[in-house]
């Protein structure tokens, strides 16, 4: 058996933006990954899903996988001829313990690598509208761990930090805050100093007071702070509230779900994420491909017969070629035919397959793309999921336009673990729909649930009537796009 290896990956202070491409890359192709505590969600999502996760997640005061054992389990895989990533909040080397994880590696000759991850030293405070150097304030930034063993003294010279006159920052020190001032103030430190203190930096929940050294300690009890939290002391704190840009983001803070489904949630998860929202991705459905279905078989196979071919989801085009390429056919089995589509999105995956669409709704719905499809001349093959609107069909009879409505997928409702989510949702959370399907999915995960103090932000009117069905608060995005219905969100936050 070969020899894996083991990449030590800095995984940022937890904003998934701030996780290198390197570090990406790595993690991507990694078949092991041991993770801790603090690396973000987002970042424990992007882990491949047939890699081995192995959390060994350690708090203060809590280690519940000794640092000898994760050092132990970085080599037993890595001896298994994995290709092991240790994934370490921050960066490995900076007060990371990446530096004795390697040593074992080393001993016995285990190929590794380390990528530097950004630090929270430095991110943090400026996700806090600190700058740690300013020339007007200070000229050097210094960076201390503020940990010790449980009741042992603070190694930290307080007189030689005094003397730089640089912007401190204290890593893990929440539990020892007040001894920190205390240890500068003594050293001779002016209590009027500004200082601060930042909670969850760079996500969307993160929280800072500012204060002085002196009343620091007892603003950050009353304020509750507690760990994962940095300490900064120096001049430039005081220019938090002037350089203070993330606070100041449209969403900052907000509980927002995202309901697609989990290989179309990325765009609309990552532009809110963005806006400051603490997002919660909870695709509580999932789309099927029909692989064995006669009728779909049947109905490419006499593709010609047809003068118009309708798609009413970005999911069908995709699932359509890849049958008609498993028939040996291609795009010119659709000569003669027209080509309607039911929005932008799904206009946009038919031409990654070289085809244009001749017709879209101006609102991009079942209802307005069966208006816009009320004069056309037949036999039209509807190309959707098993379970869809009525309003295609409802049309086509009325008209006597003959039709064939092909299921080339299946809408399975999934129950992912939904603890967490009821309780966002019966807290006021705001919850995302972009379909009635997704409305449906959502309710069955979620039985003997309050709906009533959430709010559903709809992407259109459909889907808005099936949420108002199970006593769901809603607001309608004006149009039927992503964009539209972030902007609806922006306008009740």
Not at 57 to 66: D, E
Not at 298 to 325: C, D, M, N, Q
């Amino acid at each position: 058996m070969s020899t894996g290896n083991v990449i030590l990956v800095g995984a940022g202070p937890g904003d998934s933006g701030l996780l290198t491409r390197k570090g990406l890359e790595a993690l991507r192709q990694a078949e092991v990954v041991v993770f801790d505590r603090l690396v973000g969600p987002e970042i424990l999502s992007m882990i491949p899903e047939n890699a081995e996760k192995i959390d060994v997640g350690k708090q203060a005061s809590n280690h519940p996988v000794p640092q000898y054992q994760i050092n132990q389990i970085l080599l037993e895989k890595a001896q298994e001829g994995k290709r092991v990533v240790r994934l370490k909040g921050g960066d490995p080397f900076l007060f990371g313990r990446g530096g004795e994880e390697l040593e074992l590696l080393k001993e016995n000759g285990i190929p590794f690598q380390e990528v530097p991850g950004v630090t929270s030293a430095l991110s943090v405070p400026a996700y806090a509208g600190i700058p740690v150097t300013h020339r007007e304030y200070c000229s050097s930034v210094h960076i201390i761990t503020g940990h010790a063993k449980a009741g042992a003294e603070l190694k930290i010279d307080f007189d030689a930090l005094r003397r730089t006159k640089g912007t401190l920052v204290f890593l893990m020190g929440v539990t020892a805050l007040p001894r920190i001032c205390k240890g500068l103030l003594d050293a001779g430190m002016e209590g009027e100093m500004p200082a601060a203190v930042i909670e969850r930096g760079t996500l969307p929940r993160q929280r800072k007071v500012v204060s002085t050294l002196e009343k620091l300690p007892r603003a950050a009890e009353e304020a509750n702070i507690v760990s994962p939290a940095i300490i900064v002391v120096g001049k430039v704190c005081a220019l938090s509230e002037s350089f203070d840009w993330f606070d100041s983001l449209p969403l900052k803070g907000r509980e927002i779900i995202v309901t697609r489904p989990a290989e179309r949630n990325g765009s609309l998860c990552g532009k809110l994420s963005a806006l400051g929202a603490n997002v919660t991705a909870y695709p509580c459905i999932r789309t099927v491909e029909r692989e064995n279905d006669p009728e779909f078989d049947e109905a490419i196979e006499k593709i010609s017969a047809y003068r118009w071919l309708v798609f009413t989801s970005p999911a069908g085009p995709g699932i359509f070629f890849r049958h008609l390429r498993k028939a040996h056919m291609d795009a010119r089995a659709l000569h003669g035919l027209k080509i309607a589509a039911i929005g932008p999105k799904t206009a946009e995956e038919l031409e990654k397959f070289g085809v244009f669409s001749d017709l879209m709704p101006e609102t991009y719905d079942s209802d307005h793309l069966a208006q816009a499809m009320s004069d056309v001349e037949g036999p039209v093959l509807l190309c959707r999921a098993s379970e869809g609107s009525d309003a295609l069909p409802r049309l086509f009879a009325e008209k006597n336009i003959a039709f064939a409505d092909v299921a080339c997928y299946d809408t399975v409702y999934e129950a992912p673990n939904s603890d967490q989510v009821k309780e966002l949702v019966e807290s006021g959370a705001i919850v995302t729909f972009t379909s009635a399907s997704t409305v449906r999915g959502f309710v069955k995960s979620l039985p003997d649930t309050d709906f009533s103090k959430m709010l559903g932000c709809c992407i259109g009117k459909q889907t808005a009537a099936e949420a108002e069905k199970h006593g769901i608060p809603v607001r309608i995005a004006e149009k039927a796009t992503m964009e539209s219905l972030i902007e609806c969100i922006k306008g009740v936050c």
